[in-house]
């Protein structure tokens, strides 16, 4: 059974700093990886998408990084702001199934200070 | 703009009564979600359809029901056998294939009054 894990649950950054985001997964058998924000009480937005073959994606300030046989994935986020606070969740689209059913860590909320 | 809708924002549900959240996409997806957020326990899923008139239970499927007489539009009911169902529900799409990603609505906030 597939379970996603991301460490730390909370993170609390000054403004300016590079900061990493964890994912771990058990089951290396999917098709994809994607890297989610949400802002209280909206919806997710996606940042990035990972396909199984890739290693990394990268958007703006965003690099997402993608190792399969350890079951890691990082989201890299250059130069905080505070505009970055928000709850960031991994997710991973099971190789296994043929559902789509995404399966979901519980997210790291970051707080960016001025 | 492609994307999801969810309506209402915010919705109210008295004891014993049945309510109906919707969802719409112009994505062209064939596959559209719900998942239920709850504090500490992440998203869950509740219903999947894969393809018009046709959807499967998720992991927590009791006190909802669904429908997908279109390709664009997936709503769901809650009802009254749902015991606990103030949440916020979340709907999604993706396209059929492993390679695509999910696209999300902004949400439903239901609580029971």
């Known amino acids: 059974k597939q379970e996603v894990t991301q460490i730390p649950a909370a993170l609390s950054v000054p403004e300016g700093e590079n900061l990493v985001l964890n994912c771990s997964f058990t089951d290396s058998a999917i098709y994809n990886l994607q890297w989610f924000r949400q802002d209280p009480g909206k919806g997710l937005t996606s940042l990035l998408l990972?396909?199984?073959?890739?290693r990394e994606q990268t958007s703006g300030r965003l690099n997402a990084s993608l190792d399969k046989s350890s079951g890691r994935s990082t989201l890299y986020i250059a130069a905080s702001q505070p505009g970055d606070s928000a709850t960031y969740l991994c997710a991973v689209r099971p190789g296994s199934s043929n559902t789509g059913k995404l399966i979901f860590g519980q997210g790291t909320t970051l707080q960016v200070k001025p | 703009d492609g994307g999801i809708t969810q309506s209402p924002k915010y919705l109210f549900r008295k004891e014993g009564q049945n309510v109906t959240l919707s969802c719409e996409q112009n994505l062209n997806h064939d596959a559209m979600y719900w998942y239920r957020q709850d504090p500490g326990q992440g998203l869950r899923l509740i219903y999947y359809?894969?393809?018009?008139?046709?959807?499967q239970k998720g992991d927590i499927a009791e006190g909802y029901s669904v429908s997908r007489e279109k390709k664009e539009s997936f709503p769901l009911t809650v009802t009254s056998a749902q015991k606990n169902p103030t949440a916020f529900y979340l709907c999604?799409?993706?396209?059929?294939?492993?390679?695509?990603?999910?696209?999300f609505g902004s949400g439903t906030r239901l609580t029971v009054v």
């Open positions: 990972i396909q199984s073959s890739q």
């Open positions: 999604a799409s993706t396209g059929t294939g492993g390679v695509y990603g999910y696209t």
């Open positions: 359809s894969q393809i018009v008139n046709d959807f």
